[in-house]
Nanobody, 122 residues
Framework: QVHLVESGGGLVQAGDSLRLSCAASGRTGNTMAWFRQAPGKDREFVAGLNWSGASTNYGDSVKGRCTISRDNAKNTVYLQMSSLKPEDTALYYC?????????????????WGQGTQVTVSS
């Protein structure tokens, strides 16, 4: 079992930066990822990385603007976002997978946090 708690969301202006955190407890050694979901839209893959951090994957809409990282000693994953746009507004979820790879599909993740809201004003 893995318990995930996200933090760091908030209201920012376009062009600002924001760092989200996801604290994990329970089973370790997981591939971790961030997804987001805006009202009326499907859940979208943002970024993910495996346990060692050697394998990372980014969604096309955030590539070049986001960096995912992890501190395994703290069992925490981070998502650093920059040059935020209003279309980045969404509920951001942290997810964990037992896969050694980084699935881009939400079905590849068995554990989810409650989400943290990011709102970007224009």
């Amino acid at each position: 079992q893995v318990h995930l708690v996200e933090s760091g969301g908030g209201l920012v202006q376009a062009g600002d930066s924001l760092r989200l955190s996801c604290a994990a407890s329970g089973r370790t050694g997981n591939t971790m990822a961030w997804f987001r979901q805006a009202p009326g839209k499907d859940r979208e893959f943002v970024a993910g990385l495996n346990w060692s951090g050697a394998s990372t994957n980014y969604g096309d809409s955030v590539k070049g603007r986001c960096t995912i990282s992890r501190d395994n000693a703290k069992n925490t994953v981070y998502l650093q976002m920059s040059s935020l746009k209003p279309e980045d507004t969404a509920l951001y979820y942290c997810a964990a997978s037992v896969s050694p790879f980084v699935p881009r599909n939400s079905a590849g993740y068995g554990y989810w946090g409650q989400g943290t809201q990011v709102t970007v004003s224009s």
